[in-house]
């Protein structure tokens, strides 16, 4: 079973370019989680989505955009990259009131 | 503000010691806690809790939430070297989307 798969695992950008952080679930979860971790950090909630078709933000969602056209994919899409978005990326899905499903991150750097 | 206080922030202890891990939150009303273990990449899941006073247990793990407290404790028994990681604790609450707040962790490293 995949589970959460999320690509690439590793990224180096350049100030101010742009790319997209890839998630995908098959568990038909309603309810997909975009989080940072910073080192020695907890999670940190970026943006969240409840079904397909609705995205909302969560605590630090200043510089990233989501979507959510299928179920099953839930990208990331930094415009324009700064120095305080280098961070480990996790995506995770869950069922409404179940533990949550994390793919195994990307780590950003952005130089 | 933090809602979720995890406690202490590291911990260093011998193979067979057993520790207690302590999670606390500032929210009356949510709808579960949960613990997650994090080695090397994702965290994975541990236990979830809804409920006062009931113990949930897995092997060397156990947890248990006060809810008078506001708060959930997290003990290893026998630790072995397999068990360092950094454990998270979560809080989910009601009319959020199914959000999870998380703590910052305590990293335990169990030593031979």
């Known amino acids: 079973n995949a589970g959460v798969t999320q690509t690439p695992k590793f990224r180096i950008l350049k100030i101010g370019q742009s790319m997209t952080l890839q998630c995908t679930q098959d568990m038909n979860h309603n309810y997909m989680y975009w989080y940072r971790q910073d080192p020695g950090m907890g999670l940190k909630l970026i943006y969240y989505s409840v079904g397909a078709g609705i995205t909302d933000k969560g605590e630090v969602p200043n510089g990233y955009n989501v979507s959510r056209s299928t179920t099953e994919d839930f990208p990331l899409r930094l415009e324009l990259a700064a120095p305080s978005q280098t961070s480990v990326y996790f995506c995770a899905s869950s069922a409404s009131n179940q533990p949550q499903h994390f793919g195994d991150g990307t780590r950003l750097s952005i130089l | 503000e933090d809602k979720v206080v995890q406690s202490p922030l590291s911990l260093v202890v011998h193979e067979g010691d057993t520790v207690t891990l302590n999670c606390s939150y500032e929210v009356t009303n949510f709808r579960s806690l949960l613990w997650y273990k994090q080695e090397k990449k994702a965290p994975t899941f541990l236990f979830m809790l809804?409920?006062?006073?009931i113990e949930k247990k897995s092997g060397r793990l156990s947890s248990i939430l006060d809810k008078k407290e506001l708060s959930s404790i997290l003990n290893i028994t026998a630790t072995q070297t397999g068990d360092s990681a950094i454990y998270l604790c979560?809080?989910?609450?009601?009319?959020?989307?199914?959000?999870?707040?998380f703590g910052t962790g305590t990293s335990l490293t169990v030593i031979p």
């Open positions: 979560a809080v989910v609450l009601p009319n959020t989307g199914n959000q999870f707040y």
């Open positions: 809804t409920s006062s006073g």
